[in-house]
């Protein structure tokens, strides 16, 4: 079987972003660019997958900027077969994410598409849905447990009240969530093996998507500031406080 | 213009998410109706068409139902998508699952998890972990919207809606629902608490976590947990908060070993007072906190256990 894993790259998780001076939107200028952390763990299940004898081969896409090509090398280097760049500037959104991805998929015939369950950058969680739908496949978000068979998927996905076990049927969408598995770090000789795996550039344009925002960002802001507090000096000044705001 | 809103419910109870979406579906300006799809979900239909601002409820009571798989709930709104403007869910777990594949079947984008309504086609959303707001417009077409349920009070009750019989939609057979674990608690629901006493790495171990518990029943509070807290096994997955966990805005906050990382603050900063308890006071959660103690947390966990007592809570 062949996996399909999705990787964005993303303002690092330990970056602090800033907002532009106009407020127009997010100055990534300068900043640390990573692997999503939910793509890492979708990168790191294909391969356990592959080494378990359930895949055979692993193809990773990233959709982005020229340099998401590096994204894409960390996957090579962690042990993915080939990359697929769809090179597309400034904002892609989700839907048209989806699309792209369904019309590799279509041509590329994947048993299974392992996607993270959000990008860290616009938090949205779409992406894997939105595939499955457009193809009219099963899916299983949150992942915590993914078990292989031939035509199907046992999958326990977290959820708001515990954990949820079904079957889905193959080929099918998941979307990964942070206990699915620890993510390897990729070996200097695995990294400059990957130098030599190839990577196939396209376009959204010879995919036939379009990839015109349809969603119009009028603008960015900082959240509100909380006031700063006081220390309290023990466990009964504190409760005295809290009684006196009556919340406890 | 009027609006479908799927109800999250266990057949019999409503949960609060959905009230709350419905007071964000009543911003939209339009007529609310509200799905209740399930299996045997005839109370949890009635208390729906309870609430004040809902015009109509469809009830959908089909063994398909009996839980929400994705592809089966997503397949009944598409079924009628057609006759609504807008279509929300509760940025849940379920709500999260269902809507984007609705989306994408009808062409259009999905606005995530909205926290606040400017107007019937201007958002706002948090983005980068809560730590940068944005102001988006949806385009013209069908709206499809997760609503972050703590960022919009629950609708009240006092209105009765006729209950629609409504017929299933297609059978996807794409998944089997297999099982599932529900973590039983006594405690209150998380993410509608007034009270939330969250657990962090520095709690440490169980005996402390223990004492954390004993903490949050005298308060009548749920208990949360940071990322790392879950990692170290302290507590299950749906305790946590934060940018991938759940979001909470409870009257009191006390957050017990937990540092701040801003995946964790987002998901708790609109409480209304917070509380840090740590032993490291450069901690960043003091910088967020109304009332910070610096202290060593398994003496100051004990402490705060008996001198509640002494106070009276049991």
């Known amino acids: ?132 739908a457009l193809l009219g496949w099963a899916q299983a978000t949150r992942v915590y447990r993914l078990d292989v068979s031939d035509r199907t998927a046992r999958v326990e996905r977290e959820t708001d009240t515990g954990l949820e076990t079904i079957d889905v049927c193959l080929p099918a969408v998941v979307t990964t969530d942070l ?49 700063a507090g006081i220390k309290v000096e023990s466990v009964a000044e504190l409760l005295d406080k809290l009684q006196q705001a009556e919340v406890i | 213009m009027t609006s479908l809103i799927l109800a999250e419910h266990d057949n019999n109870t409503l949960a609060d998410s959905t009230a709350r979406t419905i007071t964000a579906a009543l911003q939209l300006g339009n007529s609310v109706e509200v799905l209740v799809a399930g299996d045997g979900c005839a109370k949890a239909a009635d208390a729906a068409a309870q609430i004040s601002g809902v015009a109509a409820v469809l009830k959908v009571d089909d063994p398909l139902y009996a839980h929400p798989v994705a592809e089966a709930v997503a397949a009944l709104i598409l079924s009628i998508a057609s006759r609504y403007d807008a279509v929300l869910a509760p940025a849940t777990s379920t709500g999260k699952a269902i809507l984007p594949r609705v989306a994408a079947v009808l062409d259009v984008p999905q606005i995530s998890e909205i926290t606040r309504i400017l107007d019937a086609d201007t958002f706002e959303r948090p983005i980068y972990a809560g730590s940068v707001v944005q102001t988006v417009k949806a385009p013209a077409g069908t709206k499809v919207i997760t609503v ?27 998944t089997r629902f297999v099982g599932e674990t529900v973590s039983q608690s006594t405690r209150p629901e998380l993410t509608t608490a007034k009270t939330v006493i969250s657990a962090g790495r520095g709690v440490g171990s169980k005996d402390n976590f223990d004492v954390l518990l004993r903490i949050a029943d005298k308060l009548k509070a749920a208990v949360g947990a940071s990322r790392a807290a879950v990692d170290i096994g302290l507590t299950a997955n749906d305790c946590q908060i934060g940018q991938t966990g759940k979001v909470v805005a409870s009257d009191l906050y006390i957050a017990v ?31 967020i906190a109304d009332y910070g103690l610096v202290a060593d947390l398994s003496p100051v966990l004990q402490e705060i256990d008996l001198e509640l007592a002494r106070r009276g809570y049991a």
Not at chain 1, 47 to 54: P, Q, S, T
Not at chain 1, 93 to 114: D, F, M, R, T, W
Not at chain 1, 188 to 214: F, N
């Open chain 1, 1 to 132: 079987m062949k996996v399909i894993v999705t990787v964005k790259r993303v303002v690092d998780y330990n970056a602090k972003v800033r907002i532009k001076a106009d407020g127009s939107g997010v100055d990534r200028s300068n900043l640390k660019m990573s692997m999503n952390p939910f793509d890492e763990i979708a990168v790191e299940e294909a391969i356990r997958l592959k080494e378990k004898g359930k895949a055979d081969e692993i193809v990773v896409v990233s959709i982005g900027p020229s340099e998401a090509a590096d994204t894409i090398r960390t996957a090579l280097a962690m042990g993915v077969d080939r990359g697929i760049l769809v090179r597309c500037d400034g904002e892609v959104e989700s839907l048209a994410v989806a699309k792209i991805l369904k019309s590799i998929c279509v041509a590329e015939q994947p048993g299974l598409v392992i996607t993270g369950k959000q990008a860290i950058d616009d938090d949205a969680g779409q992406t894997g849905p939105m595939l499955a």
């Open chain 1, 179 to 227: 206990r699915l598995n620890e993510p390897r770090f990729a070996s200097l000789p695995s990294i400059m093996k990957a130098r030599k795996k190839p990577i196939e550039e396209k376009t959204a344009a010879d995919l036939g998507v379009d990839t015109t925002p349809r969603v119009t960002v009028l603008g960015v802001k900082e959240p509100a500031t909380r006031a």
């Open chain 2, 148 to 174: 972050r349920p703590s960022a919009f009070a629950a609708a009240a009750a006092g209105a009765n809606a006729p209950v629609v019989v409504t017929p299933a939609g297609p059978d996807p057979g794409l």
């Open chain 2, 257 to 287: 070993g937990i540092s701040g990382a801003i995946q964790h603050i987002s998901g708790m900063k609109d409480s209304r007072i917070i509380v840090a308890i740590n032993k490291d006071e450069d901690a960043p959660i003091f910088k």
